[in-house]
C-alpha cells in the first residue's frame, strides 16, 4: 500500500514539473515574436490576420499597397490624413470607403519599424 501511495505521488510530481517547463518554455518565447505585443494591444479590438472584422483582414495587406510601404505606414499612423492628401481614387481613399468611412485611430506613437514588425507579423 505504501508503496503504490509512493508510486502515485512520484507520477504527480512528474506530470507537474512536465507542466512547469512547458510554460516556462512557451512563455518568453511568445512575447519575443517581434510585433505581436503591439498588435495585440493597438489593433486586435478591429483586426484578425485573416478574416475581416471592423477592419480588413491584415494579412497580405504590406502587398496590397503595391509596394509603397511608407504610405502604407502613413496610413496605419494617421490614415485620414493620407486619405486627404490622395483622394477618393487612391488606394487609401477607395479602401475608406469600402470600409463605409469608419475612421482608424491615431497611432502616431508608433515607430515606423514597430508598423512594420505588425505588418510582418500578420503575413506570419
Ligand atoms: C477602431 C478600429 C481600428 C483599429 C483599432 C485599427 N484599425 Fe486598421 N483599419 C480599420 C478600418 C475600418 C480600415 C479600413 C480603412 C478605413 O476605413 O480607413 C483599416 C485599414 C487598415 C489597413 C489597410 C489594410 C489594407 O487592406 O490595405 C492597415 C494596414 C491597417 N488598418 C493597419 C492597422 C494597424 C497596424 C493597427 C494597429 C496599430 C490598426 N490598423 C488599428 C480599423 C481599425
Request: charged residues 20%.
Amino acid at each position: 500500500m505504501k508503496k503504490m501511495v509512493l508510486a502515485f505521488l512520484g507520477a504527480t510530481l512528474l506530470a507537474a514539473c512536465g507542466q512547469n517547463e512547458q510554460k516556462q518554455d512557451s512563455g518568453p518565447a511568445e512575447a519575443e515574436v517581434p510585433g505581436r505585443q503591439l498588435f495585440q494591444s493597438n489593433c486586435a479590438q478591429c483586426h484578425a490576420a485573416k478574416e475581416d472584422r471592423t477592419g480588413p483582414a491584415l494579412s497580405g495587406a504590406i502587398g496590397r499597397w503595391g509596394g509603397d510601404t511608407a504610405k502604407m505606414i502613413a496610413f496605419v499612423k494617421n490614415s485620414q490624413q493620407v486619405i486627404a492628401t490622395d483622394g477618393e481614387n487612391s488606394y487609401a481613399g477607395k479602401l475608406y470607403i469600402k470600409w463605409n468611412k469608419s475612421v482608424m485611430p491615431l497611432h502616431t506613437s508608433l515607430s515606423d519599424a514597430e508598423v512594420m514588425d505588425i505588418l510582418r507579423y500578420m503575413d506570419k
